[in-house]
Nanobody, 127 residues
Framework: QVQLVESGGGLVQAGGSLRLSCAAS????????MGWFRQAPGKEREFVAA????????YYADSVKGRFTISRDNAKNTVYLEMNSLKPEDTAVYYC????????????????????WGQGTQVTVSS
């Protein structure tokens, strides 16, 4: 079992920045990759970014490319999402997710790829 705890959300003005953290504990760390997703009210959960623990390959949704950066600290079992130039449309609950190894194909943007999810942290961007 893996427990994921997100932190760092809050209220920020448009153009501002936030850094989200996702701390993993439990059965760590046999995770293959970590992802960030978000869900705005009345909308489907959507992919934001992902990173492989080994090698550090990163993936981004087009909507955040160039503004958000995902990174990891293997020693701390923590993944970060640095969010810059925030827009009101970035307002959502942000979730981190862990994907276990053992499956041959990894599609980072698909939420069913991930095995464990955090409870989420609210990000609100005011205009």
């Amino acid at each position: 079992q893996v427990q994921l705890v997100e932190s760092g959300g809050g209220l920020v003005q448009a153009g501002g920045s936030l850094r989200l953290s996702c701390a993993a504990s439990g059965r760590t760390f046999s995770s293959f990759a970590m992802g960030w997703f978000r869900q705005a009210p009345g909308k489907e959960r959507e992919f934001v970014a992902a990173i492989r623990w080994s090698g550090g390959s990163t993936y981004y949704a087009d909507s955040v490319k160039g503004r958000f950066t995902i990174s990891r600290d293997n020693a701390k079992n923590t993944v970060y999402l640095e969010m810059n130039s925030l827009k009101p449309e970035d307002t959502a609950v942000y979730y981190c997710a862990s994907r276990l190894p053992g499956r041959p194909v990894y599609s980072p943007a698909l939420n069913y790829e991930y095995d464990y999810w955090g409870q989420g942290t609210q990000v609100t961007v005011s205009s």
